[in-house]
Nanobody
């Protein structure tokens, strides 16, 4: 079992930056691919970024356009999402997700609010 706790969200002005963290418990964390999703009010949850278990291949949604960077530190059981040049449309609850085969775990989310 993997438990995930997101942190780092908050209220920022447009153009600012945040670094979200996803801290995991569980000794097998390093074998899981990690995804970040987000959900804005009234909208469906959408994929943001992903990183493989090794930290090698990374994947991003088209809307990221170079503003987001995902990374992981398996020694610290933590995955990060650096978000730069924040826009009001980035306002959402950001969730991390750990997946490996049939196993899928979610955190409780962290709120990001961007003011214009």
């Amino acid at each position: 079992q993997v438990q995930l706790v997101e942190s780092g969200g908050g209220l920022v002005q447009a153009g600012g930056s945040l670094r979200l963290s996803c801290a995991a418990s569980g000794r097998t964390f390093s074998s899981y691919a990690i995804n970040w999703f987000r959900q804005a009010p009234g909208r469906e949850r959408e994929f943001v970024a992903a990183i493989s278990w090794s930290g090698g291949p990374t994947y991003y949604a088209d809307f990221v356009k170079g503003r987001f960077a995902i990374s992981r530190d398996n020694a610290k059981n933590t995955v990060y999402l650096q978000i730069n040049s924040l826009k009001p449309e980035d306002t959402a609850v950001y969730y991390c997700n750990a997946e490996k085969g049939e196993y899928n775990y979610w955190g409780q989310g962290t709120q990001v609010t961007v003011s214009s």
